[in-house]
Nanobody, 128 residues
């Protein structure tokens, strides 16, 4: 069992930046865990944003490539999402998700919303 908690989020103007963070606690298996972020905007389907596979390789949705950077902290169960040049279309609830055992390499961002464990979500609002 994993417990996932996000932090960060908030409101910014277009072109601004935000950083989201996430910690997965519990019985973590560092050699076989995948973590990532997905988002859901009002009235829209869930969208995988970025993730890190079991080998530590990042993957990104086309919509955020070049603007978002995903990274792990000193511990592999800590995840950060640095979001720059934010657009109003990035407005959504962002969820951190984790899956283990996970041997997906490479990881498709479409897999992330289906991970077994997720946090409560954090709101990101970008105004024009």
């Amino acid at each position: 069992q994993l417990h996932v908690v996000e932090s960060g989020g908030g409101s910014v103007q277009a072109g601004g930046s935000l950083t989201l963070s996430c910690v997965a606690s519990g019985d973590t298996w560092f050699n076989s865990i995948c973590m990532g972020w997905f988002r859901q905007a009002a009235g829209k389907e869930r969208e995988g944003v970025a993730g890190i596979d079991s080998d530590g390789t990042p993957s990104y949705a086309d919509s955020v490539k070049g603007r978002f950077t995903i990274s792990t902290g000193n511990a592999k169960n800590t995840l950060h999402l640095n979001m720059t040049n934010l657009e109003p279309e990035d407005t959504a609830i962002y969820y951190c998700a984790a899956d283990q055992p996970c041997f997906l390499a490479p990881l498709a961002t479409s897999d992330i919303a289906g991970f077994d464990y997720r946090g409560q979500g954090t709101q990101v609002t970008v105004s024009s």
